[in-house]
């Protein structure tokens, strides 16, 4: 045997065992999609306490039939109404997966934006850190990369990203135009549909009804557009962002509020639900839900947020997937929103907190892949 055959079986001898080590500390993870979803100013107190029985009245919540809501939503103790509003929320993601933000369990899901609004909330969410540059609701294009912007650079994402949002402001604080991604928000007619005539009709009929909110179309269309586009073009990641829970709350209707949040959380379960009839998602998405802000509390305080609303630093983050250790709800635990973008890449087995400093990490214990070493890295 000759010095370099020697040499070279060294070297077979050394890769093996380098790979072998590499194999044993890579769990690859099965999350190959994944789902997002935002339900906007969804409050803590009713994810986990179910309806505020206080405000189930003419004064405090703008309910003209107390007695009918009360029946819908308001019996037993706060697990029994968190699971009547939030059934799939409570039975499924919780149980499968993890919720943050139970103040009840010392878990402490914040806001650090200090501002406490939308688009500043959207930002810290997608992008992954607060931006004080970012002051207002206005339709500024976003000057940072998000997080469905940096994977649909990506080669293996690209055109496989899709949002579709209730608020108009949506196109800016992804910056459509710079990203290139799908984003279909506000009243914008629908593009896609299970047929042509479907989708006249769903545009007819969103062109006709009265419009309560100028900026904000009801959630209905935004779900129509995300099924319809989910079966057609089957993308790697969808967000669905959800508007009305905000919308009811400012305008000071408690009842029409819960109807909202329970049907997000219908709305989650028939996205969910699908997916997982279908084989290019079936046991290989993660779903990541959250919300924008919190909101006040008390029969005033709960329509509005922002700095003056004590409690509107507080929300809520859940996770669900093959990735994710079903822990339920999380004790001792304090995290922020800027997290959750990090989590959303994470879960893809992609580090986005690798692309920019400002990145906060991924929510500690919601993510058992681990990262692939790029080969420079070796
Ligand atoms: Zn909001």
New binding site residues.
Partial sequence: MSHCNVRNSFLAFLAIAFSFSVSLQIHAGETERLLLVTI??LRWQEVFGGADLRLIDKEAGGVERPEEVRAKYGSGDAAARRETLLPFFWDVIVQQGQVFGDPARNCHAMVTNGLF??YP??HEILCGFPEPEITSNDKVPNPNVNVLEWLNSKPKYQGQVAAFGSWDVFPFILNQQRSGLCVNAGWQALEIAESPERLEQVNALAEELPRYWQSVRYDVFTMRGAMAYLHQRRPKLLYVAL?ET?DWAHAGRYDLYLDAARRSDRYLQTLWETMQSLPEYAGKTSLVVT???GRGDGREGWKS?GVDYPGSDRIWIAVLGPDTPAAGSIRNYSVTQGQVAATVSALLGEDYALSNRRVTPALPGAVTREFRPAPDAR
């Fill in positions: 906007d100013g609004f939308s909330g959207y508007g905000d919300t924008d802000h947020h």
